[in-house]
């Protein structure tokens, strides 16, 4: 596969910082690309911002265990864009255009938000994750904050096997919009022994109602699955999902 564009390379050398850790990308409402993630040790949050031909904006918050995990481009109540983010401590965050805080974080009680996402024709920001001190921790969560970043409603849903359930996802719960209020809700499991399996949890449900349409899972024969992404293709209804099939054993 060749590229269709000239590759374009950045060095940031203008921040104290000893690396940087990218955890995901998107391009906002003015054509820029967001790049997020951590730096250092104490996994700051790390962000940047870039066009076609120079960095525009580096930053990172000077707080500990505040890696950006989950990010997304939406506007505030007033119509101004700005960028939502949800953190490795499950809490979700807004920033302004020039990367400054706008609300409150805000965190479920007992849940981590783990993805976040914008409806533009709703002008929503849909949040999803799952609730990991439950016993067994198996619940996972949608709901949806309005563009003044209150929130809206929230579902919990517990998954439905043949099998003994032990904990939920060990990385994120994800969710993609598929069109209109409908999205595909998407939670690993690990099955325990004497099965010592993993699975993958789809729900397809309507985020503002908590309407469920379709429930799915699929089997993987060990525990070696970790959740990184999901899109949907429109064009043929499948569902994509980015994740890694670990070659090693865990003990």
Known sequence: MQPTVTPVFYSIINLPLLYIS?????EDFNGDIVVYGYCD?????FLGKFNGTQIIDVAYIPIVNTELISGCCGYDQFGNMCYAFANIMGEAIRLDNNFLPI?????????YISCITWDNANGN????????????SLYSFIGYF????NLQNIFVFEPISAYPLTNSCEQRTLHYQVEGTEVILCQQLRIGYPNNMDAIWLTRL????????????????????LLYDIAYNWENDN???GSLYSLWTRT
Not at 146 to 149: K, L
């Open 103 to 111: 609300n409150d974080k805000f965190q479920i009680t007992d849940g």
């Open 206 to 225: 309507d985020y503002m109602s908590g309407q469920i349409n379709i429930m799915r899972n699929q089997i993987f024969p060990s525990h070696k699955l």
């Open 125 to 136: 920001y849909i949040f999803s994750g799952n609730i990991p001190d439950a016993n067994p």
């Open 146 to 149: 309005d563009d003044n970043f």
């Open 239 to 241: 569902i994509y999902i």
């Open 41 to 45: 040790d104490t996994r700051y949050g």
């Open 22 to 26: 990218l955890n995901g990308v998107f």
